[in-house]
């Protein structure tokens, strides 16, 4: 039921881009942060859950205004503001809890690329292939592993994922790929099939990538504001490495 809600909302925000898409993309921002911040309070740090949200949707404002070109001076402005508020606000604010307000505000701002896909030319083509891409590989990789899967590939972060199970993924993203260059043949073919493999790996880093987080506070899921499903982040860990990851290959390799 949360996904026969969630994925038409998200398809339809992804169609209208725009407004919708940036509203859209927010809200998932705030939820992520406030999953995140929740996940250092496990570990007895507590970065303040305001500055997270404040700090990555300043990073979507920039993506807005400026798109990537405003990332950089968007990132330095909230280094500054979390060194000042570290000086100032010591012991109450700690060096250990400014720098995990940093890496949990970074983590989230990769949701920007979300919305920085559409606003590239074809962009509903490239955000839907990141999509689907993303969905296939983790599908494939899911029901590969539990039927064939005997090599753990990281035991240490999650025992349940293994080498069949990621190779399995990065056929499922192959053959997305290979679906969007036969649907939209003007697309070059090569540099298509070769992105498609290297969604399939980023989707395994981003998902083990989440799962250092929740296997250090010591939690199966992030939240549980999906039902059946668990948070956000538990949604969305393969996507904040693979939206970068296309954004930036399409603008290099397939339109410069």
Known sequence: MSALVGIPLFIAAVWHGNLPLLVFTGLLMVLAAIEMVALFQRL?????????VLGSLFLL???????DAGLGGAI????????????????????????????????IGLFVYIYLLRLLPNGWIWLTFTLVGTWTSDTVAYFIGKRWGRRRLAPALSPGKTVEGAVGGLAGSLLAAVA??????????????????LLGLAAVVGDLVESAFKRQAGVKDAGDIIPGHGGILDRFDSMLFTAPLVYYYVGMFIIS
């Open 180 to 197: 969007f260059v036969i649907i939209y043949p003007f697309l070059p073919r090569g540099p298509l099939l070769l992105l498609g493999l």
């Open 76 to 107: 330095a402005l909230i280094l500054f503001f979390i060194l000042v508020f570290m000086a100032f606000l010591y012991p109450a604010f700690s060096p250990v809890e400014g720098a995990v307000t940093l890496l949990a505000t970074l983590y």
């Open 44 to 52: 007895d740090l507590y970065p303040p859950h305001g500055l997270a």
């Open 61 to 67: 404002g920039s993506a807005y205004l400026y798109r």
